[in-house]
């Protein structure tokens, strides 16, 4: 059973940055799709970051691109999302998803569809 641990999230003013973690423990961390997801109220889950552990390529959300960066620590099989240049829209609960047994060529999805582990979350919010 993969378990998920988020950290980091807060409130911050807008241009401002945060840094937000993920313990990942259960699996394996060296072929696994991880990565996360946000969710507004009112607004349907959307992914955000992800990267393939395996191949280290990552894939961004168009409107966090250049703002964003996923990073990982393979010996503390931690994620972390480095958000910087923050905006009110930006403001949401922050998910760590996972889905595991994914070989370094798989190409990891956006999509929430893709991950069936998933963290209790971390609230970011931004002010303008």
């Known amino acids: 059973q993969v378990q998920l641990v988020e950290s980091g999230g807060g409130s911050v003013q807008a241009g401002g940055s945060l840094r937000l973690s993920c313990k990942v423990s259960?699996?394996?961390?060296?072929?696994?799709?991880v990565g996360w997801f946000r969710q507004a109220p009112g607004k349907e889950r959307e992914g955000v970051a992800l990267i393939n552990t395996g191949s280290l390529s990552p894939i961004y959300v168009d409107s966090v691109r250049g703002r964003f960066t996923i990073s990982q620590d393979n010996a503390k099989a931690t994620l972390y999302l480095q958000m910087n240049s923050l905006k009110p829209e930006d403001s949401a609960m922050y998910y760590c998803?996972?889905?595991?047994?994914?070989?370094?060529?798989?190409?990891?999805?956006?999509?929430?569809?893709?991950?069936?582990?998933w963290g209790q979350g971390t609230q970011v919010t931004v002010s303008s």
């Open positions: 998803a996972a889905e595991p047994g994914r070989p370094p060529s798989y190409p990891c999805t956006l999509s929430v569809t893709g991950y069936n582990y």
């Open positions: 259960g699996s394996s961390y060296s072929s696994v799709c």
